[in-house]
């Protein structure tokens, strides 16, 4: 089976501003990290040219000012000191989701219900774009980007100092939920708290506390009505408000003692970013520790999903496509992301492709195989590889599983399992390593610790 949406899609690369510019004006529409031209979701924003921004070099960041091909799991390190940001990134997709898609595509896109535009026009940040209408690349508060009537490609942008803030949002239920109501806080250095309101308007918008939008103002759809989600607002920007303001005491003493680092972010971060580059001739990829020629000639909507089971890795299993259900989940260059929405044309040489099959050889992935195994925590089977694929890459960097449940379940973010929800999976997992898959009570005592990086907070959120 191939999925046939996208066909006659012509990717470009150019090498430079010029040639982008002038892809703009040929209508082509810029590719941030591919998930949202892979997504039957996104395909009818999407004309019959792409522009692949991966050779401009917008991959790094410095002091605060961050390119805009960096995926949003990277910019989650640069976010310290700017709590609003990274709890709406916190709450964007899921991990694979976020290890896909950037920064710019996620600015570009200007969705109304995002959740990272919201945060960052709270704390002032800054948006470096190329306008195809005059040719130049301007430097705009990011609500602006609302207001730009041509076409425009997003080439970095400069998060602001580091201040107090916070992130709200009311979700539905669905997979990856999209807010229904979203709201950032951030007090700024004047004193001044900054509110801006999303989900609930057509646009993000910086708003007065003490005088919202009215219903008549909002969205009124099958999701929500204008009136639910006028109450909604209220009560999250009051809640926004009262977290900051209670936080402003705490905040003042923390300062005093604090090491007098600058507020502007974690200091220089240029490491290139992972995968995807454009592939250049004679590319060779590693599939399973085979190698394989990188694909030519591929559409621009094939995806890496199909591309490996059309060449017998069957254990990638394909089923939402949207990357929403994990069940397709590789490890790409060591990150476990969904292969539904990796665009096969932009694999790079040396880039490496590990499947369940490979995972489920060696050590880690046999003590999880084992583990679920003896719990009988597996039903259909369909969910399984793209849950072993992740747990065998969270052993590669951690050494071991979780400890508990909240911790695997956290890791297993963006896995979907239709029979028992992963229940049974997350009791079996806690604390499971390749070391230690004789000795089961070791990894259940009930004084048994784990060393695993922790997670950041997660953004507080509500469900209808």
Request: with cysteine; proline share 7%.
């Given at each position: 089976?191939?999925?046939?949406?996208?066909?006659?899609?012509?990717?470009?690369?150019?090498?430079?501003?010029?040639?982008?510019?002038?892809?703009?004006?040929?209508?082509?529409?810029?590719?941030?990290?591919?998930?949202?031209?892979?997504?039957?979701?996104?395909?009818?924003?999407?004309?019959?040219?792409?522009?692949?921004?991966?050779?401009?070099?917008l991959d790094g960041a410095v002091d605060g000012r961050v390119g805009a091909m960096v995926r949003l799991s990277r910019l989650a390190a640069l976010c310290e000191g700017r709590p609003a940001i990274a709890q709406a990134l916190a709450a964007t997709g899921?991990?694979?989701?976020?290890?896909?898609?950037?920064?710019?595509?996620?600015?570009?896109?200007?969705?109304?219900?995002?959740?990272?535009?919201?945060?960052?026009?709270?704390?002032?940040?800054?948006?470096?774009?190329?306008?195809?209408?005059?040719?130049?690349?301007?430097?705009?508060?990011?609500?602006?980007?609302?207001?730009?009537?041509?076409?425009?490609?997003?080439?970095?942008?400069?998060?602001?100092?580091?201040?107090?803030?916070?992130?709200?949002r009311f979700t539905g239920h669905q997979a990856i939920a999209p807010s229904l109501v979203s709201v950032a806080a951030v007090r700024r250095p004047d004193g001044r708290v900054a509110v801006c309101v999303g989900a609930a308007l057509a646009r993000p918008r910086l708003v007065d506390p003490d005088e919202l939008p009215g219903p008549d103002e909002l969205l009124d759809d099958g999701e929500a009505s204008a009136g639910y989600r006028h109450r909604i607002m209220r009560l999250l920007v009051a809640e926004a408000c009262e977290a900051l303001a209670s936080d402003q005491a705490d905040q003042a003493d923390r300062a005093d003692r604090a090491d007098p680092a600058p507020l502007d972010g974690p200091g220089r971060c240029d490491t290139p970013s992972p995968p995807l580059a454009a592939a250049p001739a004679e590319a060779t990829v590693l599939v399973d520790g085979g190698a394989q020629p990188a694909p030519d000639g591929a559409r621009p909507t094939d995806s890496l999903a199909w591309w490996l089971r059309d060449r017998g890795h069957l254990a990638v299993k394909v089923g939402c496509e949207e990357g929403t259900c994990g069940a397709c989940t590789v490890s790409l260059n060591g990150e476990p992301v969904p292969a539904c929405l990796v665009p096969v044309a932009r694999l790079a040489d040396g880039d490496r492709v590990d499947t369940a099959a490979a995972v489920?050889?060696?050590?880690?992935?046999?003590?999880?195989?084992?583990?679920?195994?003896?719990?009988?925590?597996?039903?259909?089977?369909?969910?399984?590889?793209?849950?072993?694929?992740?747990?065998?890459?969270?052993?590669?960097?951690?050494?071991?599983?979780?400890?508990?449940?909240?911790?695997?379940?956290?890791?297993?973010?963006?896995?979907?399992?239709?029979?028992?929800?992963?229940?049974?999976?997350?009791?079996?997992?806690?604390?499971?390593?390749?070391?230690?898959?004789?000795?089961?009570?070791?990894?259940?005592?009930?004084?048994?610790?784990?060393?695993?990086?922790?997670?950041?907070?997660c953004v507080r959120e509500v469900t209808v």
């Open positions: 089976m191939q999925d046939r949406r996208g066909d006659g899609v012509e990717l470009l690369r150019p090498a430079d501003l010029e040639a982008l510019l002038d892809a703009l004006r040929r209508g082509a529409v810029p590719l941030g990290g591919g998930a949202g031209l892979m997504s039957a979701a996104f395909a009818d924003a999407w004309g019959r040219t792409a522009v692949d921004l991966g050779g401009l070099g899921h991990p694979g989701v976020r290890r896909l898609i950037t920064l710019g595509g996620v600015l570009g896109a200007r969705s109304p219900r995002a959740d990272l535009p919201v945060a960052l026009a709270a704390a002032g940040a800054t948006v470096s774009v190329l306008d195809a209408a005059d040719g130049t690349v301007r430097e705009l508060p990011a609500l602006d980007l609302w207001d730009l009537p041509g076409p425009f490609a997003v080439l970095a942008v400069d998060l602001g100092p580091g201040m107090p803030g916070v992130y709200r489920a050889g060696r050590p880690g992935g046999r003590a999880v195989i084992g583990a679920l195994a003896e719990a009988a925590a597996v039903q259909c089977g369909f969910c399984t590889p793209g849950v072993l694929v992740s747990c065998g890459s969270w052993m590669d960097r951690h050494g071991a599983l979780p400890a508990d449940e909240e911790g695997i379940r956290g890791m297993l973010a963006g896995h979907l399992c239709r029979c028992g929800g992963l229940a049974a999976a997350a009791r079996a997992l806690c604390g499971v390593c390749p070391g230690a898959a004789s000795d089961a009570t070791s990894d259940t005592a009930p004084d048994a610790t784990s060393d695993t990086a922790s997670t950041p907070e």
